[in-house]
């Protein structure tokens, strides 16, 4: 019989943390916040995009190698969506290639630059740290706006 009370305080403790953890938080919030404290930093919301970004480039990287010779030529690279991205600037060792480093730095580039302006946005106090209310402010603000993101790639990559 003791043993059924000591065990069973714990339990009941465990269901009350599994109550406090149902509040609205994003699963992209919750993975971008490493440190737990419920609020994302900058530092933190740029390190997300950036690793989402080095995934993601390494999937487009092979999508366009379509003979798969690790290098992608301007015209592997032709399609709408590359000159939409500006991918063709890329290409910093200007050899008229892309290689797979030039297309994740390139990414983890623009993803870094939209993150920080993005975070300005949403920091509405502007104390440097995007809180759980803040990030569905912005959300819903969007939404009524009705503004469809103009890069569905990009917009996947939104921890806020
Ligand atoms: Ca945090
Ligand atoms: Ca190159
Ligand atoms: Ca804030």
Redesign the pocket.
Same mark, same amino acid.
Do not use: A, F, Q, V
């Given at each position: 019989m003791k043993l059924i009370k000591i065990f069973g305080l714990p339990l009941a403790f465990f269901i009350c943390m599994g109550a406090v953890q149902a509040k609205e938080l994003s699963p992209r919030f919750v993975v971008a916040d490493a440190n737990k404290d419920e609020k994302l930093s900058k530092d933190e919301v740029v390190a997300f995009v950036v690793n989402r970004a080095e995934k993601r480039g390494e999937e487009l990287f092979q999508k366009l190698d379509a003979n798969n010779d690790s290098s992608v030529t301007k015209d592997e690279a032709k399609g709408k969506k590359m000159q939409k991205m500006g991918l063709i600037n890329a &290409?910093? =060792?200007? &050899?008229g290639?892309? =290689?797979k480093d030039?297309v994740v730095a390139f990414l983890e580039k623009k993803a870094e630059e939209r993150a920080g302006k993005r975070f300005l946005q949403v920091d509405k106090n502007a104390d440097g740290f995007v809180t759980p209310e803040e990030a569905k402010q912005a959300k819903q603000k969007e939404k009524e706006k009705g503004k469809e993101a103009d890069d569905d790639t990009e917009s996947e990559n939104e921890p806020l």
């Open positions: &290409d910093t =060792s200007n &050899d290639k892309l =290689s030039e």
